[in-house]
């Protein structure tokens, strides 16, 4: 049924939870599973607050990096065969479409929250764009 899926990710415990299920699937349909992270570059350097560091800006890729090197290790350890591991930037939900429609995923899951609550409350969720936007089913998990 599934052959690829996305799972977004951001170490939160929704998306933790999101993971696990992603993780279940991909065991289950013998499927290739992408686990994304997006660092919001806007969210970043756009809030109108004093520039940001060039060292801060590399510690948030440097534990996206980390988070989805762990999620890829925790999926390969309950039998995923085929894992990927991948750090974008941009807005959160566009990024993860635009993976998606990339790289042909026929499944998208992601957490009901993620880390970005300021960004949340102003804009909307992540989950909620890439429900109202995906072209492919998306499993939220709450």
């Known amino acids: 049924m599934f052959k690829k899926i996305l799972v977004a990710y951001d170490g939160s415990d929704h998306a933790i939870r999101a993971l696990d299920v992603a993780i279940d699937l991909a065991s289950k ?18 809030m109108g607050l004093a520039p940001i560091p060039g060292e801060v800006i590399q510690q948030v890729y ?10 890829k290790s925790k999926a390969q350890q309950h039998g995923v065969k085929e894992v990927d591991a991948v750090v974008l930037e941009g807005d959160p939900a566009t990024a993860i479409l635009e993976y998606a ?6 499944l998208i899951v992601t957490g009901s929250r993620g880390l970005s609550t300021f960004k949340r409350i ?15 089913p998306v499993l939220v998990v709450k």
């Open 101 to 106: 429609a990339k790289n042909g995923s026929d």
């Open 122 to 136: 102003i804009l909307g969720s992540v989950s909620t764009k890439i429900v109202e936007d995906a072209k492919v």
């Open 62 to 71: 440097n534990k996206a990096k980390t988070d989805v090197e762990n999620a």
């Open 29 to 46: 349909y013998n499927a290739k599973l992408d686990v994304v992270e997006v660092v919001d570059t806007a969210a970043l350097l756009g």
